[in-house]
């Protein structure tokens, strides 16, 4: 099982070039897909589910073009759309069924199988309540059940938890990390926890390039050494952001402020900084990875000019 981005770029009638040539290879698991807003998640994701023909390149699935055989490939894929509508007048049951009727599902597997996701997506006791009062967690998973129906080889998950609550993120992240046996299952999200404990590689996407393929073990281990906590005077932190990268902040009493720092580059040693005190090296976690390549703005590597290429790793 293993699906292919061979030299894909895609460039729009408007002449916006959403993805330079790129090259993937997915197999079973999940991928996270990780970039900020307009990075090209939702482009990718959109030519790999066959909805948008790249301008360049290939994707293959199993060492075949989709573009030669897409109805049979259409079947072996899940995808949940960034922002899907939904139909508020449906229960949860039907539009499972009219999903399960337009994926060509015979009667039979359709009952068995929309019986099972209602039960699989915690749904079942609401499955005769119209859609449009349901929450934007619940409207979620049953957006997610019929993904999975016809039980697909490859899921496509565009932002699943956005403006989900905290609970309904762990619900829907735990769900999906139970699915990866025997499927590829790529998410994108702008939340790093997401993905950070169940992908078992990281794809960074950046102006249409991938930054990078890894498992987020990997990542954090290139930045070993790199990140400290410590306190310092909030007076003074827009001079220690010119040296550091700030990963969090949290205020204390008496104008103090508690600081999570990326060092940009080596000559700054946070230890003899005399505006940082009770300085500790600390492990580096996914979001210190993906603020150290992408920086604050979240799009143009590090603030202040300083290119995510200086990072001492
Ligand atoms: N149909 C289109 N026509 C023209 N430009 C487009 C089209 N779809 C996307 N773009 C542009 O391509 C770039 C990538 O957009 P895309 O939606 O893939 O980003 P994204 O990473 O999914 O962003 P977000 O996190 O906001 O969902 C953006 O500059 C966007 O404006
Ligand atoms: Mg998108």
Redesign the pocket.
């Known amino acids: 099982m293993e699906l292919r981005v061979e030299n894909v770029s895609k460039r729009?009638?408007?002449g916006?070039q959403?993805l330079t040539p790129i090259n993937l290879v997915l197999s079973q698991g999940v991928y996270g897909l990780l970039?900020?807003?307009?990075?090209?998640?939702?482009?990718?994701m959109k030519i790999l589910t066959g909805n948008l023909e790249p301008t360049q390149g290939q994707v293959c699935y199993d060492d075949v073009s989709i573009q030669k055989n897409m109805r049979a490939y259409c079947h072996r894929i899940g995808y949940v759309p960034?922002n899907q509508g939904i139909y508020a007048q449906f229960t949860a049951r039907q539009f499972l069924w009219y999903m399960a009727a337009l994926k060509g599902l015979p009667k039979r597997l359709a009952r068995e199988q929309v019986n099972g996701l209602l039960v699989t997506v915690g749904l079942e006791q609401v499955a005769g309540q119209k859609l449009g009062g349901f929450s934007g967690g619940m409207k979620q998973r049953v957006l997610i059940a019929q993904a999975l129906l016809g039980k697909p080889e490859i899921i496509i998950l565009?932002?699943p938890t956005a403006g989900l609550d905290p609970m309904e993120r762990i619900h829907i992240r735990n769900f999906i990390s139970n699915l990866a046996s025997e499927k590829i299952i790529l998410l994108?999200t702008?939340v790093v926890s997401d993905v950070a404990d169940i992908a078992k590689q990281i794809i960074l996407?950046s102006h249409?390039k991938i930054l990078f393929q890894e498992s987020a073990k990997d990542l954090c281990e290139k930045l070993n050494g790199h990140v400290f906590i410590c306190h310092a005077e909030a007076k003074h932190l827009s001079q220690i952001k010119e040296n550091y990268l700030v990963s969090s902040i949290s205020e204390l009493l008496g104008g103090k402020v508690r600081l999570r720092l990326i060092v940009k580059n080596d000559a700054h040693c946070p230890f003899k900084d005399k505006l940082l005190c009770s300085v500790a090296k600390t492990s580096p976690d996914l979001q210190d990875v993906y603020l150290a390549y992408l920086g604050e703005s979240g799009r143009d590597g590090f603030s202040e000019g300083v290119s995510y290429a200086n990072i001492p790793f």
């Open positions: 729009f009638k408007n916006v959403a970039g900020p807003n307009g990075a090209g998640k939702s482009t990718l960034q565009d932002e994108s702008h996407l249409g």
